[in-house]
């Protein structure tokens, strides 16, 4: 077969890297659209499966072979729906949904969890490039090498023009391929000291032309040994993301990083319309969609828990009269139920007696905002609630030192997805992890260690596991996973990875360096039927591999 000439692949490569940039926005979109079908939105579940054909056909061009069959097999389900249901999905077909999910995640191996897949984990491209520019003093010792278990590659300049070039380099705009391979990086770090910057004026410039070409890939890191207001003040005038003193913390600066991306790639907030008006819910969830929001619907108040407990909407925008259920009847019912105490109700309606209004807000709602309206102040008020209440879920939800889910969400989770394994039928791991002999890090090198040497490992487990894997801190060292549609065996083999380079990391006391290892445990569905079994078989297999030597992986025994 005759090749395809060289413009043309550069375009096809070009059009493929777009379409997997755009895949967590599409599933977003499949995400809305399911929510409305679940509640029998018959246009919904049609918009649905085209939307499903659409990303089926890309997937095949660009030979995506794990998202195209994933893509196929809903497509199919939900056509099905529209033939046997009148377009209200069925269960199955929510399970074939979920393994498009995973599926986005991986698009090219032909099974999540697959040994193609975990031998790809193993071998990762670096997705950060940390550009040291000029002499920088209080670096840690291997620090290419630590940048390396994070997923970072290190490159060092003598000057900020060259950074340039690199940049260029990752939009896929420069003539030849930039020296990590194209495509592989997501964000370039630039690494410097304040004094570095504050040499010469040009420098300077620099810094500020290269933050205004390239906003959304340079992020700027200055460090400095002196550690006051002024030299903070100087930094922010410089226009960094973020200050580090000297000597640089690895975990520290893992953690402005990460917490640097996190402000910058927010998920869309998820609002709930309830109404029984399909022309005043395509403008309202217009208008939100416009704002870059995700919008469900529900047009019969019975089938309104089903959305709330799938889907966890940041808000609730409803209307106040609706046939068989007005909106405060249905507001008191929401309050009723404690795990939707915390979201927001926000009433929009027509209805301008005040005293009525008042008793919206009485039976549970947030506020009313009166028909017509401005769609700015609809916007800006839904954001500014819907923030909140995420805000507030995040503390709510997870553990204040590493931002994992805390102890009891992490069990929550895994009885919800061991139901969702049982309902579609597939594999899921949970995993337990153990930092060994963490209480002599704590007693030999103080608690403040032992904290970095936690959010170290965290940092590692989150830049390691796949987005769909969930991660908890179970207590103290104590950490939990629950891997979806994978088995034990590949479980085990990534755990070792991980575990192998954790063990690599230079942790850091002062001027002392040690290294750290941890045990692994690991519990298998549906070997272990219930969310308890499993938890208490990985607990076992955890306690056996700290009594046979600890730093290492096994897997629970029937």
Known sequence: MEKLPGAVNERLELLSRQFRDGLAKRIHEIDALEAQALSGNADSTREL????????????????????????????AVERDLVHAAGTIATDTVGTIELLRAAAEHPYVARIGSSEEVSAASQKTP?????????????????DEQLAVFGMMLVRVDELDEIRTYLHQLQGDAEEAAPPERGAIEHCILLTEVAFIAETPERLREVVSLREEFPSRLLTVLV????????????????ADAFIPIPLDLTTLIDKLEATLEREQDNPYHVLIVDDDPEQVSDTALALQNAGMITSVVTDP????????????????????????????LSGIIRQNENFVSIPIVFLSVETDAERQLEAIRSGADDFIVKPFSVEHLVTSIRIRAA???????????????G?????????????????????????????????????????????TGDRVIKSLTRLLVERLRRTDIVG?????????????????????????IRESFALIRQNSGTTEFSVTFSCGIGEFPRFETAQEINEAADIALYKAKQSGRNRVLIAES
């Open 49 to 76: 499966r085209m939307r499903l054909h659409r990303i089926a056909g890309t997937a095949a061009t660009f030979g995506m072979d794990a998202l195209n069959g994933a893509a196929r097999e809903a497509e199919e």
């Open 388 to 402: 909140r209440t995420r805000a507030m879920r995040f503390h709510m939800e997870r553990d204040s030192l590493t």
């Open 224 to 239: 400095g040994e002196e550690d006051d207001f002024q030299i903070r003040l100087r930094s922010v005038r410089f226009g």
């Open 404 to 448: 994992l889910l805390n102890h009891t969400n992490l069990k929550q989770r895994l009885e919800h997805e061991m139901q969702r394994s049982r309902r579609i039928g597939i594999e899921l791991v949970f995993a337990m992890i153990d930092i060994d002999k963490f209480k002599r890090v704590n007693d030999t090198y103080g608690h403040l």
């Open 302 to 329: 019975q089938k309104i828990f089903r959305v709330l407990v799938e889907y966890k909407p940041e808000l609730i925008l409803m209307d106040m009269y609706m046939p068989g259920c007005n909106g405060a009847e």
């Open 127 to 143: 997705r950060r490039l940390v550009i040291v520019a000029g002499s920088v003093a209080g670096l840690p010792a291997r620090f």
């Open 473 to 497: 801190r179970y207590g103290g060292e104590e950490f939990g996973i629950i891997f979806f549609n994978t088995t034990a065996y590949h479980a085990e083999r990534i755990m070792n990875e």
